[in-house]
């Protein structure tokens, strides 16, 4: 069968054929739709958990019990999930464990410079890349065997214009049995074989052969396997030009270099030594194209070979990424970039009906000093609206405000600091935040704006929503860690709003003041309405 | 007889470019072409700009289009056909909705305006104007299916089939508002000329 497929779309596809059992994720952009299409599969168990070290940690619990599980979030999310990350590299698993993130590469989606590349070298994790949808199904096949042959969990990363962009995918109607494997591990903790390691001195002791996973053994096989793989592969051209290329930014060069030869890496950690050793030796000039920081180059250069990156392609101010427009510009010096027109710009805001909207207003009116997180709730912050001060990551708001209105005690002359924050936030990371709050006595208010659904997403129901149960409301929740100021108004109430969110700023206690409404998009009216 | 056609489609988000997008895409899909296309939304569900690039051909390698080398620009609002101008090859096509919508920019404050339909006037290049309000108003349709009554527009400049575009508005839209989007293509359909004025895109 033949079918137009995003990245997305094609990494569920190739997840449903390698028999993938459970699906965890967070939603983000530009990734939200592997999840959101592995919901319609039947075979596949999906949870969209409740925030991306969550989601990890339910994949290692699933490959524990033998089943091949995929996790899914964007390049922010993997920082979130770091320390499940950094705990399960290098320790045995038994179903394989296959992390798609979503690099916003040339900052579309979000605004960093992250490149999650950077998690793999730092962990000895294998790091694999697509380059089309095709590639994005097939790749995620071999990321499943990979990581169940070296026992490790593979990193699948896309970027923002792969993960959105369609191509045609062959591929069977046939889906495979689900594999199912439960080796016996005694130990899955790297820390304690590595204790064990240090303190005796023969690990091959029959006592101690449980307690300790030669995770660098298996790296190594891993290293031979980088040069055999299929996942590289070398285009032979009529030039003696070379380019080593990952990624989609390989069909932006075969476009404009057609008569190049290639060395194409699907596998981008660790690298393909021999081959790309064999492919510089054999080729006048090499140019190496990667999308994000020049990791590759980096290590390309320490095997003492020459290669030319980033003195063509600056990291800067491009944004990290490349587009066909920018490497021929770079190699041919010819074409004229998308001219930068003076057309006012449009960035994106609040709904009017909207809490978020709502709130804003308010801080708008009286001048009040606010820190924001991320989503829909950050929205306040762009320059067009410039209504919030200060804007982290998600769930952040609440310590950043704590600790501001910490430094400065009441009879300071400095503003108090306002902390709001979505409740799809809330539930992420800013939960944690309020019993610090409550634990170090804090006595800041703060504004959880319910709009009910994880809306810049595409509207996921959050908890409460999901479990429709008064014992799951941000209030009872808030209560329940011992919050004593807590009140629920709807947002469309305004003055009423108003007038609490001030007077609870003028008390030394710590609020909480929940401003309720349905979002205007993603409306789940009925379970909204139980809710109230 | 040119073997390849670039398309870009822009304009607001929530105006339906990601479905026009795929109307199009489904109708070439259809013909058996080999197709990339790639939608570049950002945050655009919350109003921002969104493009998308449509490549159609035999054997398309890179799925973004480069600058002067669009065949087409579709857009759905003026601000943002300014915007994509760029991508234009100089005897390209460009159809877009006669609206104009002011960038938010411009009501709050951060840019200033531009004298819009005089800029617009002057780009030396093909022009099909689509005026979807008027011709939706004719059918009593909403504003909703501008896509489709802008899409009908420039199934004219196409060599294919008229129901082979009503196949893939079938396959695309959800079947409550089929018929509504068949109007509004038809509508849009109907009031263009046969080909913009010197254009030829040659695909076959």
């Known amino acids: 069968m033949k079918k137009l497929m995003t ?306 392609f600056p990291r800067f101010p491009e944004m990290l990424y490349f587009t066909p427009d920018i490497i021929e510009n770079k190699f041919l010096k010819k074409t004229a970039l998308v001219k930068k027109r003076d057309v006012p710009i449009r960035l994106p805001t609040n709904c009017k009906g909207c809490p978020h909207h709502a709130v804003n207003e308010i801080i708008k009116k009286h001048d009040i000093y606010t820190a924001s997180g991320i989503g829909c709730g950050g929205l306040g912050a762009l320059p067009h609206v410039g209504i919030i001060d200060v804007v982290k990551c998600m769930g952040s708001s609440f310590g950043i405000a704590h600790g501001y209105n910490k430094a400065n005690p009441a009879h300071s002359k400095s503003k108090k600091m306002l902390a709001i924050m979505g409740d799809g936030e809330f539930w992420h990371t800013g939960i944690n935040n309020l019993i610090n709050m409550v634990h170090n006595e804090s006595a800041t208010t703060v504004v959880i704006e319910d709009n009910m659904t994880i809306a810049m997403t595409g509207g996921q129901p959050t908890v409460a929503v999901k479990t429709n149960d008064a014992l799951s409301s941000i209030e009872s929740v808030c209560r329940g860690i011992g919050v004593r100021n807590v009140r629920v108004i709807d947002s469309k109430n305004i003055e009423v709003l108003e007038k609490t969110i001030l007077d609870a700023m003028n008390m030394e206690i710590l609020s909480v003041i929940i401003s309720r409404h349905p979002c205007v998009i993603f409306n789940q009216n009925k379970k909204m309405e139980a809710i109230k | 007889m040119i073997s390849q056609l670039d398309i870009i489609v822009c304009g607001i988000g929530g105006q339906g470019i990601v479905l026009a997008n795929e109307i199009i895409s489904t109708v070439f899909m259809q013909k058996g072409y080999d197709l990339k296309s790639t939608d570049i939304i950002g945050i655009g569900q919350r109003g921002g700009s969104v493009i998308s690039h449509i490549r159609i051909g035999k054997n398309i390698l890179s799925p973004l289009i480069k600058a002067k080398s669009a065949d087409m620009v579709i857009a759905f609002e003026k601000y943002e056909a300014l915007r994509c101008y760029d991508y234009l090859k100089t005897e390209g096509l460009l159809i877009t909705d006669k609206e104009a919508i002011i960038p938010n920019s411009v009501e709050m404050g951060l840019n200033e305006d531009i004298e819009i339909e005089m800029i617009f006037e002057a780009l030396p290049c093909n022009k099909t104007i689509v005026d979807t309000k008027a011709l939706l108003k004719l059918q009593k349709l909403d504003m909703k299916f501008a896509n489709s009554c802008v899409v009908g527009a420039l199934s004219k400049h196409i060599e294919v089939e008229e129901a082979c575009w009503l196949e893939a508005i079938k396959r695309v839209v959800p079947s409550q508002s089929y018929e509504k989007n068949i109007m509004a293509f038809r509508e849009g359909r109907k009031a263009t000329s046969l080909k913009g004025e010197g254009f030829d895109n040659g695909f076959k």
Request: include cysteine; charged fraction near 25%; aromatic fraction near 10%.
């Open chain 1, 7 to 312: 990245s997305n779309e094609a990494v569920a596809q190739g997840s449903i054929e390698s028999g993938v059992a459970f699906v965890s994720g967070y939603p983000g952009t530009p990734c939200t739709e592997i999840v959101t299409v592995l919901q319609q599969a039947k075979s596949v168990k999906c949870e969209w958990s409740t925030n991306e070290k969550v989601a990890l940690e339910v994949a290692i619990g699933t490959s524990l019990a033998g089943y091949r599980s995929l996790v899914v979030m964007k390049t922010l999310g993997l920082n979130v999930a770091a320390d499940a990350f950094t705990q399960l590299a290098g320790t045995p698993i038994n179903g394989g464990i296959v992390i798609v993130v979503a690099d916003d590469i040339g900052r579309i989606a979000g605004d960093d410079y992250q490149d999650c590349r950077s998690y793999g070298i730092m962990s000895s994790v294998p790091v694999v890349e697509p380059s089309n949808s095709q590639e994005a199904k097939d790749f995620v096949a071999v990321a499943f065997q990979m990581s169940e042959a070296y026992m490790t969990p593979v990193i699948f990363r896309l970027n923002s214009i792969l993960c959105k962009s369609k191509t045609v995918v062959s591929f069977e109607a046939f889906i495979a049995e689900k594999p199912f494997r439960k080796l016996s591990h005694k130990s899955y903790q790297k820390t304690i074989g590595n204790i064990v390691k240090f303190g005796f001195d023969d690990c091959a002791l029959d006592k101690l052969k449980d307690y300790w996973h030669d995770f660098n053994d298996e790296w190594q096989k891993l290293k031979l396997y980088a040069d055999e793989t299929a996942l590289n592969k070398i285009e032979k051209g009529k030039t003696n030009m070379g380019i080593i290329a990952t990624g989609i930014a390989y069909y932006y060069a075969k476009e404009i270099f057609p008569d190049a030869s290639f060395l194409k890496l699907g596998m981008v950690y660790p690298l393909a030594e021999k081959r790309i050793r064999q492919f510089i030796k054999t080729h006048q000039d090499v140019y190496l194209l990667e999308d994000g920081h020049p990791l590759i180059e980096k290590e390309i250069k320490s095997m003492g070979l020459k290669i030319i990156g980033e003195d063509l």
